[in-house]
């Protein structure tokens, strides 16, 4: 590992000095891997829900004012690898706000996505094949370390190296403590985005 890469997660409060060997993966087959993994469902499956239920008036008002300020569907479509690399369509709302990613509740409640995870990939990305295909042996996620990682412009080489890092690694404990760092993240890049724009003149 480089000096690089271990500035990197050492910057984000990850130790990857002491992950696997590259290319290798959770074993899902190790009782304990089993029972994690089924544990990270559950969660996903009762708290997914649980959002969904609160937020949808959010989501289908959102949805329904999209649809009359503008021409065209709601609702954005792009193929996406999911667990295994089994492709589905991912849903967002057509919108550069944080309510885009609503619609992603949807697919977490049906087993396509984590509420935590590595990012969400086309099938056709190179992190999909090779050495790195093992970020499909779990959901992409509706956040995850490269969400929170406080930086926007975040080279794909370190998100890389975060993902990977999580797929290796990841437990309920890590899952909690990314969903906790999520929103003051967003809040954080708003208002970066807010103090980066050139005031109007009077």
């Known amino acids: 590992m480089t000096a690089?890469?271990?500035s990197v997660d050492l910057k984000h409060g990850f130790d990857l000095r002491h992950g696997r060997a590259p290319g290798r993966g959770p074993d899902r087959d190790a009782p304990g891997a089993a029972r994690a993994f089924d544990l990270k469902r559950a969660f996903d499956l009762v708290a997914g829900t649980a959002l969904l239920l609160v937020l949808s008036p959010v989501l289908a008002g959102a949805a329904l004012l999209l649809t009359l300020a503008q021409e065209g569907p709601a609702l954005r479509r792009r193929t996406m690898a999911g667990l295994g690399?089994?492709?589905?369509?991912m849903l967002t709302l057509r919108t550069?706000?944080?309510l885009a990613a609503l619609p992603l509740?949807?697919?977490?409640?049906?087993?396509q996505m984590s509420?935590?995870?590595?990012c969400p990939l086309s099938p056709t990305h190179r992190e999909c094949s090779g050495e790195t295909r093992r970020r499909l042996s779990v959901r992409p996620g509706?956040?995850?370390?490269w969400q929170i990682s406080g930086r926007s412009d975040l080279p794909w080489e370190e998100r890389e190296l975060l993902d990977l890092h999580y797929v290796d690694h990841h437990w309920?404990?890590?899952d909690l403590a990314v969903l906790a760092r999520t929103l003051p993240a967003v809040?954080?890049?708003r208002l970066r985005r807010t103090s980066a724009r050139p005031a109007r003149l009077a």
């Not at 690399?85 to 369509?89: A, E, H, K, L, N």
């Not at 509740?105 to 087993?111: A, K, N, Q, T, Y």
């Not at 509706?142 to 370390?145: D, E």
């Open 4 to 6: 690089n890469h271990r």
């Open 85 to 89: 690399g089994r492709p589905f369509t």
């Open 96 to 98: 550069r706000s944080p």
């Open 105 to 111: 509740l949807l697919h977490v409640v049906r087993g």
């Open 115 to 118: 509420l935590v995870g590595p």
């Open 142 to 145: 509706m956040t995850g370390p």
């Open 172 to 174: 309920l404990g890590m």
């Open 187 to 189: 809040r954080r890049r």
